[in-house]
């Protein structure tokens, strides 16, 4: 039994000690006008498998919070948690929430950070044991916005990419996701915080992915719950109609009730082994 607890406790420490803070940018932070303070400095948290365990797959992590705040622990680290058990390097991204007094266009400050995120990992993946083609993200909420907007929008880099580094991610995850910036769909405090107060029909077009869709889109699997009172759930039912028309394998899983931020209540098994399931359906993953 002390042998056994032992080893436990080592394997927890090993796995406790996998998690790294590092800058999303070295250098400086572009599209500032005024001085980031340290707490607002946009940061990658790495937590990496055990290399015994390791998958090769990796997921970057997009925590939501309406574009005005983080749900940093509950909607990223305690997901990343769960991932790095699965041998699925995770990375979680502190990004900047839109503000007008740190950005030259606040709305583009975030989707700069989400395709410095993928740079980072993408440039390093063969120092952190991931395959360049099996690099993912998931986001929650106003974090799924963010996702699928990087995963629409990856042809144009808003991130200064001097090396041409592939942007696009390979899959999304997408868990009760603000998809639409439209007045039927969306919720109105992200669009405030992201777009303004009175956005120009083209702002709102750009940033209603379900419009952005192509062939190209990654491979997406949507979850969310159809008594969501926060983030209705046609955000996801229009984006999988979406992909849908476009010839884009996609996953829907809704749960009749659980309303906004479900995953938290429910256990790990119920949220997590689907998404799991279908990255291993499309080839991203295979546990060992």
């Known amino acids: 039994m002390k042998v056994k607890l032992l080893i436990l406790l080592f394997f927890i420490v090993r796995i406790a000690s996998a998690q790294k803070v590092l800058p999303l940018y070295p250098d400086s932070v572009p599209n500032n006008l005024l001085k980031l303070s340290d ?20 997921v970057i992590i997009f925590p939501g919070g309406a574009y005005s705040f983080l749900a940093y622990e509950e909607e990223g680290i305690s997901i990343a948690k769960e991932f790095v058990k699965k041998g699925i390097a995770a990375f979680v991204v502190k990004y900047r929430l839109p503000r007008r007094e740190t950005m ?8 700069m950070d989400a395709q410095q995120a993928i740079k980072v990992v ?6 952190w044991g991931i395959g360049q083609k099996r690099i993912g993200v998931i986001g929650y909420s106003a974090g799924g916005h963010l996702a699928s907007t990087l995963g629409t929008h990856f042809s144009k880099s808003y991130s200064p990419n001097p090396e041409n580094i592939n942007l696009r991610p390979d899959f999304m995850i997408l868990v009760y996701p603000l998809i639409s910036m439209g007045d039927s769909l969306t919720h109105m405090g992200s669009r405030i915080s992201l777009l ?3 956005p120009s029909k ?3 077009e750009l940033f209603s992915n379900e419009l952005q869709v192509t062939k190209t889109t990654p491979p997406t699997y949507l979850t969310h719950a159809g008594d969501d009172s926060i983030v209705d759930v046609d955000n996801s039912i229009v984006f999988y109609q979406a992909l849908q ?13 659980g309303n906004h931020g479900f995953t938290s209540r429910l256990s790990v098994v119920e949220w997590l082994d689907p998404m799991l399931a279908f990255i291993k359906r499309e080839g991203f993953y295979e546990p060992k």
């Open 104 to 111: 030259r266009d606040k709305s583009f400050g975030s989707l």
């Open 196 to 198: 303004g107060m009175e």
């Open 39 to 58: 707490a607002e400095q946009p940061t990658l948290t790495l937590y990496l498998p055990e290399r015994r365990a390791a998958t090769g797959t990796a």
């Open 245 to 257: 028309r476009k010839g884009v394998d996609a996953e829907l899983h809704l749960f009749p009730k």
């Open 122 to 127: 993408r440039s390093k993946a063969a120092s």
């Open 202 to 204: 083209e702002r709102i």
